[in-house]
């Protein structure tokens, strides 16, 4: 019997059409209404994204714009951040001048690293009005920075980059050497100068040779040229169209060498076993290799600026540089003291440079003396007037003066060539009895009749023999000897002279240099290049484009008054 449960399944459900209600006015317009609503929601929806996205298009584009022009700015050489800000900086957070250098060299390198570095902006250069032709090269300009500021060769690049043709790394010692006890740079921040006694600290020739071949694989490998001695190979015999040593067109990279302190300079041919293993090392990565003789801090390294020692020093030099693998080998100059500027001693460097055959001279080093009286302008506190005393070399804009008349010297002396050559037009010579070449009288025949020394060319020195008449001379007055005296033959096997078109020695200028009228006097001096230490240190990356923009300035100055 069925149950009720049953009987309500067996019931007919209504179909879904009969239950939905009919759609009646307030139906249409309810609908209608949540339709606006929804399309309302809609557009408000899109105004506030356009709106964020305008706001967000703005904010970016300020923002890279911003991010933009203070990457341009702070990686400008003129931005004056650098000397008003950044020098500063450096001096508060390290009062040790030797922490702030290593500082500044540290952050120098790790900028350059990620593609922050200071750089010099356009190319003014390309213009040519500073270029300067030196060893063969054409410089993009004459300002180059002294050794010192990169000891170790670790920043030579960035420091190109900072708008100088010539960059000299060093000084190297053969052994790795800690130098002087610190403190040993001390600052006189109202003269703009400084005191250092650093001693040649080095890491030793061996592993900055290794920095210097490293820099040298990694840029043929970004030319293309592969990554292994043979890559190298093709970057230092020019395959790469650059110099081996800069590594960039129109400048050039120096090398400087020095002796270890425990080298004694009494022992010449250690002092050259020195040198010249430290050549073997460094000197097929340089386009220009120094022989420092001239540092203050060194005991005893002057004295190798006597004739003798210079001469045996330099030569050395000079054979260990010809055995360098290199299809061209680097130039080579001699850096000495501002304190040995006699005449005598000028006049004896040079006559060591002219027989070694070295091929220029760098003018100017630190210097022992201190400058007395103050220049005026300068005011001078009682903590720097102390500092005064401290043992070391003092470099600074008070130098100038004294690297000027230095250059004017030894140009002139330089340009006059080698006293003791003799001159010759076939394999017997007759010679004036009593007279040098440069005309001066003598009272020693003998003294006068001297085989001549190497040119700087690197000819045999020469070999000759004297016959002399029986009939003694009694007169000593020159014009009568050359009458009655027995006449000097001299049978030479081989005489050596300068040659016609000899090259004309090379000078490098360093000290006080510090704006673009002082480097314009030390070239038209004599120097071709005027080098900065002390004017970089205090006046920050911006340094060298200052100098050389006053250096155009000057000369359109010149120019407009010429008119």
């Avoid at 201190?370 to 005393?389: F, I, M, N, V």
């Avoid at 000759?464 to 096997?493: C, Q, R, Y």
């Avoid at 200028?509 to 510090?514: D, E, M, N, R, Y």
Wanted: glycine share 8%; hydrophobic share 35%; with cysteine.
């Amino acid at each position: 019997m069925p149950t009720v449960a049953h009987l309500r399944a067996l019931r007919p459900r209504p179909s879904i059409a009969r239950c939905r209600p009919s759609p009646g006015p307030f139906r249409h317009s309810t609908r209608h209404a949540s339709t606006e609503t929804v399309v309302a929601t809609q557009n408000a929806t899109n105004i506030r994204s356009a709106g964020t996205r305008t706001k967000n298009l703005v904010y970016g584009t300020v923002l890279a714009f911003t991010l933009s022009f203070g990457y341009l700015y702070v990686t400008d050489t003129r931005a004056s951040i650098h000397e008003w800000l950044i020098v500063p900086a450096l001096r508060q957070m390290y009062p040790d001048g030797e922490d702030a250098h290593h500082a500044g060299n540290r952050i120098l390198k790790v900028l350059h690293s990620l593609g922050l570095n200071p750089r010099e902006r356009g190319d003014d250069d390309a213009a040519g009005d500073l270029a300067v032709e030196v060893f063969g090269h054409t410089l993009a300009n004459p300002i180059g920075t002294s050794a010192g500021i990169d000891k170790g060769a670790e920043i030579p690049t960035p420091l190109l980059e900072l708008g100088a043709a010539v960059v000299e790394v060093g000084a190297v010692t053969l052994l790795p050497q800690e130098g002087n006890p610190k403190p040993r740079v001390f600052r006189l921040p109202s003269q703009n100068a400084l005191i250092n006694r650093y001693g040649f600290n080095s890491e030793g020739a061996e592993l900055v040779a290794s920095r210097l071949r490293q820099r040298v694989r990694e840029f043929a490998y970004h030319a293309g040229l592969g990554l292994d001695e043979e890559a190298e190979k093709k970057v230092l015999n020019g395959e790469a169209g650059v110099p081996p040593g800069s590594l960039k067109a129109g400048r050039l990279m120096a090398v400087q060498v020095a002796k270890n302190k425990t080298t004694s300079e009494n022992d010449i041919d250690a002092v050259v076993r020195d040198y010249a293993t430290s050549v073997a090392h460094v000197a097929k990565y340089a386009d220009i290799l120094v022989v420092n003789v001239s540092s203050p801090n060194t005991p005893g390294l002057r004295t190798l600026q006597n004739v003798e020692p210079l001469t045996r020093l330099l030569s050395g030099v000079v054979q260990a540089v010809k055995k360098i693998d290199r299809k061209t080998k680097p130039a080579i100059m001699v850096k000495v003291s501002p304190d040995e500027d006699s005449e005598e001693q000028v006049a004896g460097i040079c006559e060591a440079v002219w027989d070694s055959g070295v091929d220029g001279v760098i003018v100017g080093n630190t210097t022992k003396k201190r400058p007395d009286p103050l220049p005026k302008g300068y005011l001078l506190p009682a903590s720097e007037a102390q500092l005064l005393l401290e043992q070391g070399g003092y470099s600074g804009p008070q130098m100038f003066e004294r690297t000027l008349a230095l250059v004017s010297k030894y140009r002139k002396t330089l340009d006059e060539g080698p006293k003791s050559v003799l001159s010759s037009e076939g394999s017997d010579q007759k010679q004036r009895v009593g007279r040098s070449t440069g005309g001066e009288p003598s009272t020693s025949i003998l003294d006068k009749i001297q085989p001549s020394s190497s040119s700087s060319t690197g000819s045999s020195k020469t070999k000759a023999t004297l016959d002399i008449d029986s009939k003694p001379a009694l007169s000593t007055n020159v014009d009568d000897l050359e009458e009655s005296a027995p006449k000097v033959t001299l049978h030479s096997t081989l005489v050596t002279m300068p040659a016609p078109k000899n090259p004309r020695k090379v000078i490098f200028a360093t000290g006080g240099i510090t704006n673009g009228r002082q480097a314009r006097e030390i070239l038209d001096a004599g120097a071709s290049v005027a080098q900065i230490y002390t004017a970089l240190i205090y006046g920050g990356a911006g340094t060298i484009s200052r100098i050389k923009q006053e250096m155009r300035d000057d000369a359109k100055e010149q120019s407009t008054i010429t008119k």
